[in-house]
C-alpha cells in the first residue's frame, strides 16, 4: 500500500494541508491513475461477483467498462468507447494528514453524487464516530486507523457503512373541496290576508363529501456501489464491523382524507299573518364525510451494483466482521381518514304563535381508507470481501 504522502502527490496536493473538494476527470486513463493512486485493489472478478447488473443498460455497461478498466481489465473497443462516454466525471477528494471523528461522517452529504476517494494519513476515531456513504463508489485508504474508546455503536451501524439510497415516502393524497351548502326550504305564507298559508319547507339533506385521493407511491431507492477500504495499520480494542445494505424501498404515502360533507340547508322561517301565522321548517342533516382513500404502494428494494473489498494487517481481519443485510422492500401508506360529517342545517323560525323547526344533525363521518399495498421485493446486499494488507 503506498504512503499518504505518494498518494498526495498523484493527486496534485499538498501531503502537509488538508483537502476537500471537486476534482473533474476528463479521461479514462486519469481516472484509474487516481483510483488506484494507493495500490491494493481488487480484481476485476470480485467487483460484481454475485451481484446482477441494475440500471439502464447504457449507464450500467458504461459504469461497468470504467471500473473493469480501473481495476486492470483490458476493454474492447467498443467497451472503451463507451467507457469515454462516461467523462467528463466530478469526484469528490478527501486527502488529510490527520482526522478525527466522534460522530457520524456522512461522505454522501458533503460530496455530491459522483465517485469518492479519501485518503488519509492517520484516522482517529473516538467514541460516537462512523462513518456513511450512500450510493456512490468509495476508495478509501489510510495509513493508520486508532479506535479511541470502547463504545459500542448502536445495532445496525459499522464503523464503515456502504450503503444504498433508500426510497423516499410517497407524497400524501390530496384532499378534494367540501360541498356548499344544500337547498335551503321555501319560505311559508299567508293564503290570504290574516289567513295561514304553507309552513316553511324543510332544508335539503346535505351532500356527501367527496373520496380522498389515493396516496403517491413510494419513491425509487437508488443500488449500493463498489467500495474499496485500505487501511495500513489497526490499532483497536473492539471489533470495528463493516456494514453494507442497498437501497430499502420507500414507503407509500398516506392517502388523501376524505371531504367534510355538505353542510344541511336550512328549514324556511314561517310566515305572520295578522294574528296568526304559519310554523317553521326544519333544517335537514348534514351530508356524510367523504372516505379515506388507499394508501400509496410500497417501493420495491434494488440489489447492490458493487461489492465491498476491505485490506487490512492480517493480524486485525478478526476484528472486523462483516454484516451483509438485505433491504428491505417498501410497505404501503396507511390509509386516509375519514372527512367529518356535515354540520345541520338551522332551524326556521316560526311565524305569529307557531313554533319554528329542528335544527338539522351532523352527518356521519367517512370511513378510513385501506393501507397501500406493499412491495415484496427485497435487495439483495453486495458481499464483503476481506484481504491481508
Same mark, same amino acid.
Not at 105 to 109: I, P, R, T
Not at 359 to 371: E, H, K, L, S
Given at each position: 500500500m503506498k504512503s499518504f504522502a505518494e498518494r498526495a502527490a498523484v493527486f496534485g496536493v499538498s501531503p502537509d494541508l488538508g483537502y476537500a473538494g471537486v476534482i473533474t476527470i476528463d479521461t479514462l486513463d486519469k481516472m484509474k491513475s487516481m483510483m488506484t493512486a494507493a495500490g491494493l485493489n481488487p480484481s476485476v472478478e470480485s467487483l460484481r461477483q454475485g451481484l446482477d447488473a441494475v440500471g439502464d443498460e447504457f449507464i450500467d455497461r458504461a459504469s461497468d467498462a470504467v471500473a473493469r478498466h480501473v481495476h486492470g481489465d483490458t476493454l474492447s473497443d467498443e467497451d472503451r468507447a463507451l467507457a469515454d462516454e462516461v467523462f467528463p466525471v466530478d469526484v469528490f477528494l478527501v486527502s488529510a494528514p490527520d482526522k478525527t471523528i466522534s460522530s457520524e461522517?456522512?461522505?454522501?452529504?458533503e460530496s455530491g453524487g459522483g465517485p469518492v476517494i479519501v485518503s488519509l494519513g492517520t484516522l482517529t476515531v473516538e467514541d460516537?464516530?462512523?462513518?456513511?456513504?450512500?450510493?456512490?463508489?468509495?476508495?478509501?485508504s489510510t495509513d493508520t486507523l486508532i479506535r479511541d474508546g470502547t463504545a459500542i455503536l448502536p445495532s445496525g451501524l459499522g464503523l464503515f457503512n456502504i450503503l444504498g439510497k433508500n426510497g423516499v415516502t410517497g407524497n400524501k393524497g390530496t384532499t378534494p373541496a367540501a360541498p356548499g351548502q344544500a337547498k335551503n326550504g321555501s319560505p311559508g305564507n299567508c293564503s290570504s290576508a290574516g289567513i295561514a298559508g304553507a309552513s316553511g319547507g324543510d332544508g335539503t339533506p346535505g351532500d356527501p363529501g367527496s373520496h380522498g385521493n389515493p396516496g403517491d407511491p413510494g419513491g425509487a431507492a437508488g443500488p449500493s456501489m463498489l467500495a474499496t477500504i485500505r487501511l495500513g495499520a489497526v490499532t483497536t480494542s473492539i471489533d470495528l464491523p463493516i456494514v453494507t445494505q442497498s437501497g430499502c424501498g420507500g414507503i407509500g404515502?398516506? !392517502?388523501?382524507? =376524505?371531504?367534510? @360533507?355538505? *353542510? /344541511? &340547508?336550512? %328549514? #324556511?322561517? +314561517?310566515?305572520?299573518? $295578522?294574528?296568526? !301565522?304559519?310554523? =317553521?321548517?326544519? @333544517?335537514? *342533516? /348534514? &351530508?356524510? %364525510? #367523504?372516505? +379515506?382513500?388507499?394508501? $400509496?404502494?410500497?417501493?420495491?428494494?434494488?440489489?447492490a451494483a458493487g461489492n465491498v473489498t476491505m485490506y487490512v494487517p492480517s493480524a486485525s481481519q478478526s476484528r472486523f466482521p462483516t454484516v451483509e443485510l438485505t433491504a428491505t422492500a417498501g410497505v404501503g401508506g396507511q390509509g386516509g381518514s375519514g372527512g367529518d360529517g356535515g354540520a345541520g342545517g338551522a332551524a326556521g323560525s316560526g311565524g305569529k304563535h307557531n313554533d319554528g323547526?329542528?335544527?338539522?344533525?351532523?352527518?356521519?363521518?367517512?370511513?378510513?381508507?385501506?393501507?397501500?399495498?406493499p412491495s415484496t421485493v427485497t435487495g439483495k446486499p453486495g458481499k464483503i470481501f476481506i484481504q491481508p494488507v
Open positions: 461522517w456522512n461522505l454522501s452529504a460516537g464516530g462512523y462513518i456513511v456513504i450512500n450510493g456512490q463508489a468509495l476508495d478509501f404515502g398516506i !392517502g388523501g382524507d =376524505g371531504s367534510k @360533507g355538505g *353542510q /344541511g &340547508g336550512n %328549514g #324556511g322561517n +314561517g310566515a305572520t299573518c $295578522g294574528c296568526t !301565522g304559519s310554523s =317553521g321548517g326544519s @333544517g335537514a *342533516q /348534514g &351530508g356524510r %364525510g #367523504g372516505d +379515506g382513500w388507499q394508501g $400509496g404502494p410500497g417501493s420495491a428494494a434494488v440489489d323547526g329542528s335544527a338539522g344533525g351532523i352527518g356521519g363521518q367517512g370511513n378510513t381508507g385501506p393501507v397501500g399495498v
